[in-house]
């Protein structure tokens, strides 16, 4: 019987030590998709580091040591559109690389992808590139003399098959084609670009056409204003608006795969309320296209990510 009870309260101490450990250290996610490639890849699990931007202590908004994020960071955060709940925490969680900080002012298009040429270059971050259809044999063969994994077509454009590669695929390409130009990046169609400043907490933001619905969205979810608009104009409490005074920093997130929505292309930006933390490294990666007994990638466990 005495043997029975210690067990029992050393399995509750074990999972209580892993209950705080978690909340107050760490956390694990697992990557369900495939928009942060080559970076995560789906079926990942990783770590991240609950203090890179100071403790969000549980179950609240406050923050211990807070600081800012860094340019480039691929950091774990709460859904800053999810109006299923009020609280925070309980936000759907996503994953993506900050590209923009608080004060920064980035160069977007219509879809508000940005085309701002960044201090840090990303080899994962991913483009379309167009090719002729008779050349797609020799892209594919030389993707396999280079052991990477074909990448599908993800469509056409008059006559040529569009692929979505890395900027390092690209340059893998460019240098076994040498001198033969058979592979071109897919021409921007928008060529309609405006500076997009990120909100700085007590820094006036002045209302544009451009950018109009997306600080409509941010002022009425994190802002918490009685905010409406009325042909083409934004009131607070009946007040018509020109600009605004944001109360908390934002950051705009991006994913590598610019197919891939689930950025601030889909829900703006992101409020430092919202951080939980950058990602330190994979604990554990499994093909989910494979089964039980395959598909485990053995040489990503424990890899940093960055």
Not at 33 to 58: F, H
Not at 64 to 76: C, W, Y
Not at 243 to 256: I, K, L, V
Request: with cysteine; glycine share 6%; hydrophobic share 35%.
């Amino acid at each position: 019987m005495k043997r029975g009870v210690k067990w029992v309260l050393t399995v509750f101490g074990v999972i209580l030590v892993i209950g705080l450990l978690r909340s107050l250290l760490f956390a694990s996610c697992y990557i369900p998709a495939s928009g942060m490639e080559n970076n995560l890849k789906q079926g990942d699990c990783i770590i991240v580091n609950r203090w890179s931007y100071g403790l969000r202590i549980p179950f609240s908004k406050s923050r211990i040591f807070s600081q800012t994020a860094n340019k480039g960071d691929i950091l774990l955060f709460n859904n800053p559109v999810d109006t299923s709940t009020d609280k925070i925490y309980q936000k759907e969680l996503y994953i993506s690389r900050c590209i923009g900080l608080p004060g920064d002012t980035l160069l977007v298009d219509s879809l508000f992808l940005s085309h701002e040429s960044s201090s840090f270059f990303n080899p994962d971050q991913r483009s379309l590139y167009s090719i002729y259809r008779e050349h797609e044999p020799l892209i594919d063969s030389i993707f396999l003399s280079l052991k990477i994994q074909r990448q599908e077509n993800v469509g056409e454009d008059d006559g040529k098959i569009i692929k979505s590669l890395s900027a390092y695929e690209y340059y893998l390409l460019e240098q076994k084609l040498g001198t033969d130009t058979i592979i071109y990046p897919l021409e921007n169609k928008s060529q309609n670009l405006h500076p997009l400043f990120i909100p700085k907490k007590d820094v006036l933001i002045k209302i544009e056409p451009w950018n109009r619905i997306l600080l409509f969205n941010t002022i009425l979810l994190h802002e918490k204003q009685n905010i409406i608009m009325k042909e083409n104009q934004l009131y607070i409490n009946g007040q018509i608006i020109q600009e605004y005074q944001f109360t908390q920093d934002y950051y705009w997130m991006s994913s590598n795969n610019s197919l891939n929505l689930s950025d601030s292309r889909q829900f703006g930006f992101v409020p430092h309320s919202h951080l939980i933390g950058k990602a330190s490294f994979i604990w554990f990666s499994k093909d989910p296209n494979h089964s039980l007994f395959s598909g485990y990638r053995w040489n990503r466990i424990f890899k940093s990510i960055y």
